[in-house]
């Protein structure tokens, strides 16, 4: 049965864009989403809706090998150190009762996981959304966070959620509708945004054929959040990495690259290299704040 958090989030029908709200459960203990127009979502048995209509999305979502790859590196800690930043800068922003956070690319929840967590052990009370494109990430999410809501949603698409309702939105390697966000969120809200820094993973990437990143990433990324944000504060986090080959075949496949590389052939490339491949994670940490108002 899927649970809603508390209160009801400000959630909008995506066909009319009158609130939508948990209908009483059917007799198989599944609840339903509505509005007042009769337009409704039943949840899918693994604890999440699926919001999409129409043609849905265009975009490719992730593959069930790449969630499962994902959620077994993530779920043995080894991005432990940068989910406890983003959570400790999430949490300061959270002194509404209760704050309501959006991870908009939710993928397999580990995330979000730590921020409700860090939330949750300073006594604050958190109506927690995650949105993502896979069900088969909202399958693994559902599951590791069952307080908050999960929902299919391509977030190039208008958001369904009210306008000035949300506190923190988080985005961990993720597209970023900055005209949504903005929209979304309230005026004291915050938008953080974690992005891979040049030189992330280099020793595996060149083994393995991940995608390198450019140089010029962070300010491409304030760039592309203008007119709608601006930068609040940013820092780098970065860690080492000793993993066996096994696990970096795992972290080549669960990210972009999966889309276009086979796991066999990483696997392969990593064939007589050393059991133990040491690296360096280097991410960025931007919190934006919002350049305007949102109208009410």
């Given amino acids: 049965m899927v649970r809603m958090p508390f209160p009801s989030l400000p959630l909008l029908c995506p066909v009319c864009s009158e609130p939508l709200e948990l209908a009483?459960?059917?007799p198989s203990g599944q609840g339903g989403l509505a509005c007042g127009s009769g337009h409704s979502f039943d949840a899918a048995r693994q604890g999440y809706f699926n919001l999409l209509v129409g043609k849905g999305t265009a975009f490719e979502a992730d593959t069930a090998e790449m969630v499962d790859a994902r959620f077994n590196f993530?779920?043995?800690g080894h991005y432990r150190p940068l989910a406890d930043a983003v959570a400790a800068a999430v949490v300061p922003h959270l002194a509404r009762e209760p704050a309501v956070v959006l991870d908009s690319g939710t993928g397999t929840g580990h995330y979000l996981r730590v921020v409700l967590d860090a939330a949750a052990a300073e006594g604050l009370n958190v109506a927690a959304l995650g949105l993502d494109i896979s069900k088969f990430a909202l399958r693994r999410a559902a599951r590791l966070n069952p307080e908050a809501l999960h929902l299919a949603w391509d977030v190039w698409q208008a958001l369904p959620l009210a306008g000035n309702s949300v506190d923190v939105v988080t985005v961990v390697f993720a597209p970023r509708n900055a005209p949504e966000f903005a929209r979304v969120l309230r005026p004291t809200g915050r938008l953080l945004v974690v992005t891979p820094r040049h030189g992330h993973l280099a020793s595996i990437a060149r083994i393995?054929?991940?995608l390198a990143i450019e140089e010029d990433k962070d300010s491409r990324l304030a760039g592309a959040m203008a007119p709608h944000f601006i930068v609040e504060e940013a820092r780098d986090v970065g860690f080492p990495l000793s993993l066996t080959r096994?696990?970096?075949?795992?972290?080549?496949y669960m990210g972009p690259a999966g889309h276009h590389l086979d796991p066999a052939a990483i696997t392969g490339r990593l064939e007589g290299q050393p059991e133990t491949l040491q690296t360096e994670?280097?991410?960025r940490l931007t919190v934006f704040r919002p350049a305007t108002p949102q109208p009410a």
């Fill in 24 to 26: 009483r459960a059917n």
């Fill in 74 to 76: 993530l779920g043995h």
């Fill in 208 to 210: 393995t054929g991940m």
């Fill in 246 to 252: 096994q696990e970096a075949a795992g972290l080549a």
């Fill in 281 to 283: 994670a280097r991410f």
